[in-house]
């Protein structure tokens, strides 16, 4: 029982930390914008209306909260066993083309068999690419962190070589994009909205994770890895293989991210189809704490904040780089945390 309140009182002490941290942050911005003779509160005011003021603002905040779970679940299954996954941009760049490959030569198929095809490639792209880093760490001791990061600048040059080259469409006008995927190709919208299909997707890996550590023996393991790396290697736990399992599953989750967004809302692959998903998919997963219920929570700030940023520039006539600051200094308290508390094995 002891054991127990220790452990419930150092996750209330980490929690208060996180938001004491995150107010810091908020109050750093708005010293910022007091210094260019704005209002902070007007500021801050204008993000949180333009996102949750209007049925629209919520349903986008509902859009930008789908790849960002996806992101933030890749994040975190890895980050369970104390691996940082800092790659799921890449992931899902690598997600979105391998299903744009199948968009574009199965495009023809039914859309029953076509869809869940598409599913799959996006996921196994994203897979093939996050084995990439797993194997170097468990062959050459080769750090994950700078391999995940380095490997996303791998993966967006990949797409723009495709979109530049032979995916082109013809009829672009020199833009560099693909041809536009057909009916079959793309995922159900709901209502009037831009809410697709693709929220099952982030929600059903959100539970899946969640069943998974509390349900499971490979969960429990998981843990036990996270917690003490040499005593589960003393128990006999295979950790090389849960490092190979880990990184491929949220490698797979960042691909399905990059798989929704070309088949539900860009129809069609381009450069920049992610807006950093990856990065604040990370941001959201390390904000809590690896807790898949409060992903869903922190994705939904993260997403707010995201959207109000378009706001503040029609209305106050701020940069956009003013949320992105935010998003900044939140990621750098982020980083700090991590540093501190970083396992190796």
């Not at 107010?23 to 750093?28: C, E, G, T």
């Not at 009829?171 to 693909?178: G, K, L, R, V």
């Not at 990856?278 to 992903?295: D, E, Q, R």
Request: hydrophobic share 55%.
């Amino acid at each position: 029982m002891e054991m127990l309140a220790l452990v419930r009182n150092n996750r209330v002490i980490d929690v208060l930390r996180m938001t004491g941290m995150m107010a810091l942050a908020f109050i750093a911005v708005g010293l910022l914008l007091l210094s260019f003779g704005k209002n902070p509160i007007e500021a801050y005011g204008e993000i949180f209306k333009g996102s949750l003021g209007s049925t629209y603002g919520l349903s986008e905040v509902v859009v930008k909260m789908i790849p960002l779970m996806l992101c933030a679940v890749a994040t975190a299954i890895p980050a369970r066993m104390g691996l940082l996954n800092v790659g799921a941009e890449g992931q899902l760049h690598i997600g979105a083309m391998w299903a744009t490959w199948g968009a574009l030569t199965l495009g023809e198929w039914p859309k029953e068999i076509l869809l869940p095809t598409l599913v799959l490639l996006g996921f196994l792209g994203g897979a093939v690419f996050a084995f990439i880093p797993a194997f170097f760490r468990v062959k050459a001791g080769v750090n994950e962190t700078i391999c995940t990061l380095l490997l996303n600048y791998v993966a967006i040059l990949i797409v723009e070589h495709m979109v530049h080259g032979s995916w082109k469409d013809p009829m672009s006008f020199n833009w560099p994009f693909t041809r536009e995927f057909s009916d079959a190709a793309r995922l159900a919208f709901y209502g009037n909205t831009r809410i697709h299909t693709g929220l099952w997707f982030a929600l059903g890996a959100i539970v899946l994770f969640y069943l998974a550590l509390k349900r499971t023996r490979w969960g429990y393991e998981l843990r036990i890895i996270g917690d003490n790396a040499e005593a589960a290697r003393r128990a006999g736990i295979p950790i090389n293989r849960y490092i190979i399992l880990t990184l491929c599953i949220g490698g797979g989750l960042a691909g399905l991210a990059g798989m929704a967004e070309v088949c539900a809302i860009q129809g069609r692959l381009r450069p920049g189809i992610s807006t950093g998903f990856g990065y604040t998919g990370f941001l959201v997963s390390w904000l809590a704490l690896h807790n898949p219920l409060k992903i869903i929570l922190m994705a939904f700030l993260l997403g707010v904040l995201s959207l109000g940023g378009d706001m503040i520039q029609i209305s106050l006539e701020l940069p956009y780089a003013i949320v992105n600051i935010l998003m900044a200094l939140i990621f750098f308290i982020v980083l700090g945390r991590l540093a501190a508390g970083r396992k190796e094995y």
